[in-house]
Protein backbone atom coordinates (compact mmCIF):
# COMPACT_ATOMS: atom_id res chain seq x y z
CA UNK A 1 0.00 0.00 0.00
CA UNK A 2 1.56 3.06 -0.89
CA UNK A 3 2.46 5.92 1.76
CA UNK A 4 0.13 9.08 1.68
CA UNK A 5 1.36 12.42 2.49
CA UNK A 6 -1.05 14.02 4.64
CA UNK A 7 -3.17 11.99 6.98
CA UNK A 8 -5.96 14.02 7.74
CA UNK A 9 -7.40 16.27 4.86
CA UNK A 10 -9.76 18.92 4.31
CA UNK A 11 -11.73 18.20 0.85
CA UNK A 12 -14.13 21.34 -0.54
CA UNK A 13 -15.79 20.24 -3.56
CA UNK A 14 -17.70 23.04 -5.24
CA UNK A 15 -21.59 22.52 -5.86
CA UNK A 16 -20.97 23.13 -9.68
CA UNK A 17 -18.51 19.98 -9.88
CA UNK A 18 -21.58 18.07 -9.18
CA UNK A 19 -23.62 19.76 -11.99
CA UNK A 20 -21.46 17.07 -15.00
CA UNK A 21 -23.07 17.37 -18.05
CA UNK A 22 -26.40 19.15 -16.39
CA UNK A 23 -27.46 22.73 -15.87
CA UNK A 24 -28.99 22.65 -12.49
CA UNK A 25 -28.96 20.05 -10.03
CA UNK A 26 -27.04 16.54 -9.46
CA UNK A 27 -25.74 14.62 -11.60
CA UNK A 28 -25.24 10.82 -10.29
CA UNK A 29 -22.69 9.87 -12.32
CA UNK A 30 -20.33 12.60 -11.23
CA UNK A 31 -21.57 11.65 -7.44
CA UNK A 32 -20.54 7.69 -8.06
CA UNK A 33 -17.03 8.26 -9.52
CA UNK A 34 -16.40 10.95 -6.45
CA UNK A 35 -17.25 8.24 -4.18
CA UNK A 36 -15.61 5.57 -5.78
CA UNK A 37 -12.48 7.55 -5.64
CA UNK A 38 -13.04 8.45 -2.19
CA UNK A 39 -13.40 4.68 -1.11
CA UNK A 40 -9.72 4.01 -2.69
CA UNK A 41 -8.11 6.59 -0.27
CA UNK A 42 -10.64 5.87 2.36
CA UNK A 43 -8.33 2.19 2.12
CA UNK A 44 -4.97 4.01 2.68
CA UNK A 45 -6.48 4.67 6.47
CA UNK A 46 -7.02 8.80 5.46
CA UNK A 47 -8.77 10.26 7.68
CA UNK A 48 -11.10 12.63 5.39
CA UNK A 49 -13.51 15.73 6.10
CA UNK A 50 -15.92 16.96 3.40
CA UNK A 51 -17.05 20.51 3.00
CA UNK A 52 -19.10 20.81 -0.24
CA UNK A 53 -20.73 23.82 -1.85
CA UNK A 54 -24.43 24.72 -2.83
CA UNK A 55 -23.82 26.80 -6.26
CA UNK A 56 -25.26 23.83 -8.50
CA UNK A 57 -28.55 24.55 -6.73
CA UNK A 58 -28.48 27.96 -5.50
CA UNK A 59 -26.21 30.58 -4.72
CA UNK A 60 -26.63 33.75 -1.94
CA UNK A 61 -24.75 36.10 -3.73
CA UNK A 62 -27.61 35.39 -7.23
CA UNK A 63 -30.53 35.44 -4.85
CA UNK A 64 -29.16 38.97 -3.74
CA UNK A 65 -28.58 39.98 -7.22
CA UNK A 66 -32.35 39.27 -7.68
CA UNK A 67 -33.57 41.85 -5.35
CA UNK A 68 -33.93 38.94 -2.19
CA UNK A 69 -32.72 39.88 1.56
CA UNK A 70 -28.90 38.93 1.67
CA UNK A 71 -29.15 37.01 4.46
CA UNK A 72 -32.15 35.09 3.97
CA UNK A 73 -30.65 33.91 0.61
CA UNK A 74 -27.47 33.15 2.00
CA UNK A 75 -29.52 30.54 4.42
CA UNK A 76 -31.06 28.90 1.43
CA UNK A 77 -28.25 28.91 -0.19
CA UNK A 78 -26.73 26.63 3.24
CA UNK A 79 -29.70 24.71 2.92
CA UNK A 80 -28.48 23.63 -0.83
CA UNK A 81 -25.36 22.65 0.46
CA UNK A 82 -27.36 20.43 2.83
CA UNK A 83 -29.21 18.69 -0.13
CA UNK A 84 -25.97 17.94 -1.83
CA UNK A 85 -24.31 16.30 1.58
CA UNK A 86 -27.24 13.92 1.81
CA UNK A 87 -26.64 13.15 -1.81
CA UNK A 88 -23.00 12.89 -1.53
CA UNK A 89 -23.46 10.76 1.65
CA UNK A 90 -25.98 8.16 -0.03
CA UNK A 91 -23.28 7.49 -2.70
CA UNK A 92 -20.60 7.14 -0.38
CA UNK A 93 -22.41 4.76 1.94
CA UNK A 94 -23.63 2.74 -1.18
CA UNK A 95 -19.81 1.52 -1.17
CA UNK A 96 -19.88 0.36 2.60
CA UNK A 97 -17.90 3.04 3.84
CA UNK A 98 -19.27 4.93 7.15
CA UNK A 99 -19.91 8.43 6.61
CA UNK A 100 -22.08 11.34 8.67
CA UNK A 101 -23.18 14.14 7.67
CA UNK A 102 -23.25 17.35 10.50
CA UNK A 103 -24.81 20.74 9.98
CA UNK A 104 -23.85 24.25 10.68
CA UNK A 105 -27.51 24.87 10.95
CA UNK A 106 -29.41 22.06 13.15
CA UNK A 107 -32.04 19.90 10.92
CA UNK A 108 -31.82 17.04 13.78
CA UNK A 109 -34.19 15.38 11.65
CA UNK A 110 -31.64 14.18 8.44
CA UNK A 111 -27.76 15.78 10.18
CA UNK A 112 -26.32 16.03 13.39
CA UNK A 113 -25.62 19.34 14.12
CA UNK A 114 -21.47 20.32 14.01
CA UNK A 115 -19.80 20.25 17.10
CA UNK A 116 -16.36 20.57 16.90
CA UNK A 117 -15.32 17.32 19.40
CA UNK A 118 -17.82 15.07 17.69
CA UNK A 119 -16.70 15.85 14.53
CA UNK A 120 -12.99 14.92 15.67
CA UNK A 121 -14.49 11.77 16.93
CA UNK A 122 -16.22 10.64 13.50
CA UNK A 123 -12.80 11.13 11.65
CA UNK A 124 -10.68 9.55 14.45
CA UNK A 125 -13.31 6.28 14.05
CA UNK A 126 -12.74 6.47 10.87
CA UNK A 127 -16.21 8.16 9.21
CA UNK A 128 -16.06 10.23 6.64
CA UNK A 129 -17.51 13.03 7.64
CA UNK A 130 -19.26 15.55 5.56
CA UNK A 131 -19.78 19.32 6.74
CA UNK A 132 -23.13 21.35 5.50
CA UNK A 133 -24.21 24.85 5.66
CA UNK A 134 -20.66 26.35 5.49
CA UNK A 135 -20.58 28.49 8.88
CA UNK A 136 -24.28 28.46 9.71
CA UNK A 137 -23.55 32.71 8.97
CA UNK A 138 -24.76 34.57 6.24
CA UNK A 139 -22.20 36.84 4.26
CA UNK A 140 -19.33 33.97 4.46
CA UNK A 141 -18.25 30.82 1.70
CA UNK A 142 -18.10 27.69 1.57
CA UNK A 143 -14.18 28.70 1.21
CA UNK A 144 -13.84 30.20 4.09
CA UNK A 145 -16.53 27.40 6.03
CA UNK A 146 -13.84 24.93 4.40
CA UNK A 147 -10.51 26.97 5.89
CA UNK A 148 -12.18 27.32 9.01
CA UNK A 149 -13.34 23.35 9.38
CA UNK A 150 -9.45 22.71 8.12
CA UNK A 151 -7.72 24.95 11.23
CA UNK A 152 -10.62 23.20 13.82
CA UNK A 153 -10.41 19.73 13.21
CA UNK A 154 -6.12 20.15 12.27
CA UNK A 155 -6.20 18.84 8.54
CA UNK A 156 -3.09 19.30 7.23
CA UNK A 157 -3.89 20.59 3.98
CA UNK A 158 -7.33 21.90 2.74
CA UNK A 159 -7.71 20.39 -1.33
CA UNK A 160 -10.44 22.70 -3.41
CA UNK A 161 -11.58 20.54 -5.23
CA UNK A 162 -12.90 22.43 -8.68
CA UNK A 163 -13.74 22.06 -12.54
CA UNK A 164 -10.36 23.54 -12.98
CA UNK A 165 -6.97 21.88 -12.74
CA UNK A 166 -5.64 24.72 -10.92
CA UNK A 167 -5.17 28.53 -10.53
CA UNK A 168 -3.92 30.46 -13.79
CA UNK A 169 -3.43 33.95 -14.32
CA UNK A 170 -6.27 34.37 -16.74
CA UNK A 171 -9.69 32.32 -17.19
CA UNK A 172 -8.55 29.35 -19.12
CA UNK A 173 -12.45 28.99 -20.77
CA UNK A 174 -11.91 32.20 -22.44
CA UNK A 175 -8.43 32.86 -22.85
CA UNK A 176 -5.95 30.15 -24.41
CA UNK A 177 -3.19 31.82 -23.50
CA UNK A 178 -3.92 31.51 -19.86
CA UNK A 179 -0.53 30.06 -18.16
CA UNK A 180 -1.02 27.78 -15.23
CA UNK A 181 1.09 27.55 -11.70
CA UNK A 182 2.46 24.76 -10.21
CA UNK A 183 3.17 26.61 -7.01
CA UNK A 184 2.73 30.08 -5.22
CA UNK A 185 3.25 31.61 -2.09
CA UNK A 186 -0.06 33.27 -0.53
CA UNK A 187 1.92 36.86 -0.94
CA UNK A 188 2.42 36.37 -5.00
CA UNK A 189 -0.69 35.26 -5.23
CA UNK A 190 -2.25 38.38 -3.91
CA UNK A 191 0.18 40.55 -5.57
CA UNK A 192 -1.08 38.54 -8.76
CA UNK A 193 -4.12 39.26 -7.75
CA UNK A 194 -4.99 35.69 -8.53
CA UNK A 195 -8.87 34.55 -7.56
CA UNK A 196 -8.09 31.65 -5.38
CA UNK A 197 -10.70 31.62 -3.29
CA UNK A 198 -12.95 34.49 -1.53
CA UNK A 199 -10.52 37.23 0.36
CA UNK A 200 -11.70 35.73 4.10
CA UNK A 201 -11.15 32.37 3.56
CA UNK A 202 -7.46 33.63 1.79
CA UNK A 203 -6.55 35.76 4.44
CA UNK A 204 -7.64 32.79 7.28
CA UNK A 205 -5.53 30.55 5.28
CA UNK A 206 -1.87 32.71 4.95
CA UNK A 207 -2.51 33.71 8.15
CA UNK A 208 -2.77 30.25 10.15
CA UNK A 209 -0.31 28.94 7.53
CA UNK A 210 -2.55 26.06 5.93
CA UNK A 211 -1.38 24.85 2.41
CA UNK A 212 -4.32 25.03 -0.23
CA UNK A 213 -3.97 22.29 -3.27
CA UNK A 214 -6.15 23.40 -6.46
CA UNK A 215 -7.32 20.73 -8.95
CA UNK A 216 -9.63 19.54 -11.14
CA UNK A 217 -12.13 17.11 -9.43
CA UNK A 218 -13.78 15.83 -12.78
CA UNK A 219 -10.34 14.02 -13.52
CA UNK A 220 -10.42 10.49 -11.86
CA UNK A 221 -7.48 10.09 -9.79
CA UNK A 222 -6.61 13.67 -9.24
CA UNK A 223 -7.65 12.88 -5.49
CA UNK A 224 -5.57 10.29 -5.27
CA UNK A 225 -2.51 12.15 -6.68
CA UNK A 226 -2.98 14.95 -3.94
CA UNK A 227 -2.68 12.32 -1.52
CA UNK A 228 -0.05 10.89 -2.30
CA UNK A 229 2.04 13.99 -3.05
CA UNK A 230 2.49 13.43 -6.98
CA UNK A 231 2.54 16.43 -9.19
CA UNK A 232 -0.99 17.89 -9.69
CA UNK A 233 -3.31 20.92 -9.58
CA UNK A 234 -1.78 24.36 -8.22
CA UNK A 235 -0.10 24.36 -4.83
CA UNK A 236 -0.12 28.03 -2.45
CA UNK A 237 1.44 28.41 0.77
Do not use: W
Not at 94 to 101: A, E, L, M, Q, Y
Not at 164 to 180: E, L, Q, S
Amino acid sequence: MPEVKYKRILLKISGEALLGDKSFGIDNKVLNKIAEELKEIYQYGVEIGIVIGGGNIFRGVAGEKQGMDRARADYMGMLATLINALALQDAIESKNIPCRVMSALEVKEVAETYIREKALKHLEKGRILILACGTGNPFFTTDTAAVLRALELKAKILFKATKVDGVYDKDPFKDPTAKKFDELTFDEALQKKLRVMDATAFSLARDYKLPVLVFNLLKYGNIKKALLGEKVGTLIK
